[in-house]
C-alpha cells in the first residue's frame, strides 16, 4: 500500500480538518495515512498564529484510530536554537514519523514575501541549500526533510534546478545519506511547467548522490487534499528509480504495490 506521509488537521494552527474525515479519504483512495501535525519550537508566528499544538492532546484524541493504515507523525520545524529541545519532542513521544521541515532560515520567516524583496536569487538559494545541510547535520532524528520548494513558493524566485546548484545540492544529500535522512516529494503543487523540470532535476540529482528512497506528501490540510497529485510523482520516480518508503515507528517500510 502506497501512504501518504504528510498531512495536518485541527489539531495544527492552518487547518480545521477531521480525523475522521481524513480517514475517510484514506480509505477511499486506497492510500496509508499519517497525520503529521505542526510543530515549530521557535514560535515563529505565520498570520498572527504561533506554529504550534498540544502534542499529548494530539495522542490522547488520536491514538485510539491508530492501525495498519493510520500512523501518527509530526512536522517538526528545525532550528539550530532549538535543536535540544526539537530532539527531546521527537524521542518523548511514540511516533511513527517525525519529519524535519526548513519554514524558518537563521530566525527569518521562509514564507515571507517581504523578506525575498531584492534578495538576489543565486545568493539566497546557495545559502537556503546550504542551510539545509547544516540542519541535517544538527538535527539527524530527522526521519524526511520536508518541501525543498518551500522558499520558492514565496519568494518569487525561479524554480530550483539541481545543475544549477550542484556544489550546494551534493553537500545537502551527502548529509542526508550520511544521516539517513529520507528527501520527501512535496506535491502542494502540480507537477507540471517549471515545477516538474524542477523536481525532475533535484530528484534526479539526489539519485545521482546515493538517494534511494522518498516519501510522497500531499501536504493536505482537507481531506479533499489526501493523495493529490500522486499519480503523477509515482510515474516520475518509477522513472528514476526511487523507491517509495513510508515510516512505521520510526523504522523505513518499502510501499509494496
Ligand atoms: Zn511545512
Ligand atoms: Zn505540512
Known sequence: MIFDTHMHTELSFDSSE??????????QKNLGVITTEHKDLNYF??????????????????????????LMGIELGLDKFYTDKIR???????????????????????????????????????TYLKYAEEMII???????????DY???????????????????????KAMMDKDVTLEINLKRPLVGEVYDSFKSVYEGYYLNGG??????????????????????VRMMDDIGLEICYYKNRKRILCSR
Open 18 to 27: 477531521q480525523i475522521t474525515r481524513i480517514l475517510d479519504a484514506g480509505k
Open 45 to 70: 508566528e505565520v498570520g498572527g498564529f504561533p506554529i504550534d499544538f498540544n502534542v499529548d492532546e494530539y495522542f490522547r484524541k488520536y491514538e485510539k484510530y491508530r492501525s495498519d493504515t493510520y
Open 88 to 126: 527531546k519532542i521527537s524521542e518523548n513521544y511514540e511516533f511513527d514519523m517525525v519529519i524535519g521541515s526548513l519554514h524558518t532560515m537563521a530566525g527569518i520567516n521562509l514564507s515571507s514575501r517581504k523578506y525575498f524583496k531584492g534578495l538576489d536569487e543565486k545568493t539566497f538559494y546557495k
Open 138 to 148: 544538527d538535527s539527524p532524528f530527522i526521519d524526511t526533510l520536508a518541501h525543498f
Open 151 to 173: 522558499p520558492t513558493r514565496y519568494s518569487g524566485f525561479r524554480e530550483l534546478r539541481y545543475e544549477e546548484y550542484e556544489t550546494e545540492f551534493k553537500g545537502l544529500f
Open 212 to 233: 534511494r528512497y522518498i516519501t510522497l506528501a500531499s501536504d493536505a490540510h482537507i481531506a479533499e487534499d489526501v493523495g493529490r497529485n500522486f499519480d503523477d510523482a
